[in-house]
């Protein structure tokens, strides 16, 4: 069911996995089950037992947040019910197993994923049910490379999430909610060698070789697993350059002698200087930019045209939302010069 709907290019397949979600075949329980949806991390994508608390049944009926899944045409209500009913019964994971080395069927963040934010947690799927004692912080590591992408000259740095398998036994995570994560490449190992491996149910080890493609191995059992994906939050150097020079720092508008509103965007320093802290022309009680608050923002009200008066930039097309998006995120990070 899953396969021809939602396991598509572009969508929840290897190559893309949409809201960090494989639903192919092998993959779809390991990311499924007891897992936190992106979407809402305080609900499991499915929670055995209860579907109308599950997730995946909220999104394909379109009472969660945000588009009904798959886009396009929703499910026929018969499919939802043979889901609905698989969550009640348990959601059992009833696939044949073959016995053979473990892989690791999907990864999120995907392979070289470039992140501007920082993930919320790490969570690996594995092709059969793992034996919880040979997942912790000596099998799961996630090391940062120490600013220079090179894992090879001794300046990387451990980051210590906490591991858990949780009620899916066929997934691992590593919670990063208490870790500050800097701006860096970091890699993302699941051991499969002698002296320290991951093991599934009947002690066989992982075959963790990544080729680029999912599931990993070479088909031998023993390996490490190691991907890396980068995380580089947007800074107000780039947001300069992207927006406001050659949009609002333009003639007649906010820069020069008299720049509109008050509000010079010449330059990063003279735009931060503008912005951080300061209270907005058109109202006083709201500051133009204020740290950690972008809803708050006068900025981004003008922006996304929530304010009072025109919405900028004045006389010209709204900016894109993904340059939008990523003025939210500087001053969510705190607006740093």
């Known amino acids: 069911m899953f396969t021809p709907d939602c396991a598509t290019a572009g969508c929840h397949s290897a190559g893309s996995t949409a809201g960090g979600l494989n639903l192919e075949d092998a993959a779809s329980y390991a990311m499924l089950v007891d897992v936190p949806s992106n979407g809402d991390p305080a609900i499991d994508r499915v929670e055995p037992g209860v579907s109308d608390g599950s997730y995946l049944i909220q999104k394909l009926e379109g009472t969660a947040g945000g588009q009904q899944m798959p886009p396009g045409a929703p499910l026929p209500q018969a499919e939802i019910d043979v889901i609905r009913q698989w969550i009640s019964d348990g959601a059992i994971d009833d696939r044949v197993v073959v016995l053979a080395p473990i892989n690791v069927v999907s990864i999120s963040p995907a392979p070289s994923a470039a992140l501007t934010a920082p ?3 790490i969570v690996a799927g594995f092709s059969r049910d793992l034996n919880q004692t040979t997942l912790d912080g000596t099998t799961f590591l996630l090391t940062a490379s120490g600013g220079d992408g090179d894992f090879t000259d001794g300046d ?4 210590n999430g906490v591991v858990s398998v949780g009620g899916n036994a ?4 590593m919670d990063l909610s208490a870790v500050q994560l800097n701006d860096d490449t970091y890699r993302i190992s699941l051991l499969g060698n002698a002296t320290d491996t991951i093991l599934d149910l009947d002690g066989n080890m992982l075959d963790g070789e990544y080729f680029g493609a999912l599931p990993s191995g070479n088909g031998i059992a023993g390996g490490d697993f190691n991907v890396e994906f980068t995380l580089m939050r947007p800074t107000l150097d780039q947001i300069q350059a992207a927006v406001f020079t050659p949009t609002c720092a333009t003639s007649n508008c906010h820069t020069g002698a008299n720049p509109a509103g008050g509000l010079d965007l010449t330059d990063a320093a003279t735009s931060h200087a503008a912005l951080f802290n300061v209270a907005s022309n058109g109202d006083p009680g709201i500051l133009r930019v204020a740290p ?6 006068y900025l981004v009200q003008k922006l996304e045209g929530t304010a009072g008066g025109a919405r900028m930039p004045l006389g010209g097309a709204p900016l894109d939302q993904a340059e939008i998006d990523a003025i939210r995120l500087w001053i969510t990070n705190g607006a740093l010069p």
Do not use: Q, T, W
């Open 292 to 297: 950690g608050l972008p809803d708050d923002s």
């Open 170 to 173: 066929a997934s691992a995570m």
């Open 156 to 159: 990387e740095v451990a980051i």
């Open 119 to 121: 993930p919320a947690n």
